[in-house]
């Protein structure tokens, strides 16, 4: 990286209202390179909201986000979000890549091998000229993580990238996900799937109420939570 990491992502006593209410309270955390974090928690925890602010699709109503690296500056180019329902153009499966591309100014060579290599990592290659809107949610969402992919960026924001999916699509997501992690890319990923949890996360993020309660590699989260509210989660408790 020419300028530097981006990372780490700080986030310093953020809040967030909306309607009169506080959605999320004080919330303060680091981020760093490495490890797939995996932000957990019940639904309404604020777990969408907490990646949005991450990913700056949010401002806070209070507090700062911070990309404190060398290139924290170049941190909205160097950074890409999937949605739990991604956004495909009217255009084929391979158009939907090269307009990411072009609107990171990538040569139209360049452009080309790019994707030829991002739609064979996903299994799309067969539907690369087929309309984007006419593929299969799970296929879509595939595109979607090919179409981030493709512009290497250095953090992944995911917000609940399997929520609608079947357990075979679930599992090839997963298998994109462990791929895109291998390239050097940093995951940032919500869920409230415990088992998906257990199987791509180095570290936890635990919210409730819109406030951190845990920060901690996954193992010790999963094997010894260190409240309350953590531990009656992974029992399966309904939590309010």
């Given at each position: 990286?020419?300028?530097g990491t981006?990372?780490?992502?700080?986030?310093?006593?953020?809040?967030?209202d909306?309607?009169?209410?506080?959605?999320?309270?004080?919330?303060?955390?680091?981020?760093?390179?490495?490890?797939?974090?995996?932000?957990?928690g019940?639904?309404?925890?604020?777990?969408?909201?907490?990646?949005?602010?991450?990913?700056?699709?949010?401002?806070?109503?209070a507090?700062?986000?911070?990309?404190?690296?060398?290139?924290?500056?170049?941190?909205?180019?160097?950074?890409?979000?999937?949605?739990q329902?991604?956004?495909?153009?009217?255009?084929?499966?391979?158009?939907?890549?090269?307009?990411?591309?072009?609107?990171?100014?990538?040569?139209?060579?360049?452009r080309?091998?790019?994707?030829?290599?991002?739609l064979?990592?996903?299994?799309?290659?067969?539907?690369?000229?087929?309309?984007?809107?006419?593929?299969s949610?799970g296929e879509?969402?595939?595109l979607?993580?090919?179409r981030?992919?493709?512009?290497?960026?250095?953090?992944?924001?995911?917000?609940?990238?399997?929520?609608?999916?079947?357990?075979?699509a679930?599992?090839?997501?997963?298998?994109?996900?462990?791929?895109?992690?291998?390239?050097?890319?940093?995951?940032?990923?919500?869920?409230?799937?415990?088992?998906?949890?257990?199987?791509?996360?180095?570290?936890?993020?635990?919210?409730?109420?819109?406030?951190?309660?845990?920060?901690?590699p996954?193992?010790e989260?999963?094997?010894?939570?260190a409240?309350?509210?953590?531990?009656?989660f992974?029992?399966?408790?309904?939590l309010?």
């Amino acid at each position: 990286m020419a300028n530097g990491t981006i990372l780490p992502l700080r986030l310093e006593s953020v809040c967030y209202d909306a309607a009169g209410k506080r959605l999320i309270d004080a919330l303060s955390l680091s981020l760093g390179s490495g490890p797939r974090t995996v932000i957990l928690g019940p639904n309404g925890a604020g777990k969408s909201l907490t990646l949005r602010l991450c990913h700056g699709l949010l401002a806070p109503t209070a507090g700062a986000v911070r990309w404190l690296g060398p290139g924290g500056a170049e941190a909205a180019r160097r950074q890409a979000m999937v949605f739990q329902r991604p956004v495909m153009l009217r255009r084929s499966a391979a158009a939907n890549i090269d307009y990411a591309l072009k609107l990171r100014d990538i040569p139209s060579a360049q452009r080309v091998a790019r994707i030829r290599e991002v739609l064979e990592e996903t299994g799309l290659t067969p539907l690369a000229r087929h309309a984007a809107r006419h593929l299969s949610i799970g296929e879509q969402q595939r595109l979607a993580l090919s179409r981030a992919w493709a512009t290497a960026p250095e953090v992944l924001f995911l917000d609940e990238p399997t929520a609608s999916l079947d357990p075979a699509a679930t599992r090839a997501v997963e298998e994109i996900i462990a791929a895109i992690d291998l390239s050097g890319t940093k995951i940032i990923m919500t869920t409230h799937d415990l088992g998906q949890a257990r199987r791509l996360a180095d570290e936890i993020v635990f919210l409730h109420r819109g406030r951190l309660m845990e920060q901690r590699p996954a193992a010790e989260f999963f094997a010894s939570p260190a409240t309350a509210e953590a531990a009656a989660f992974i029992e399966g408790k309904l939590l309010w």
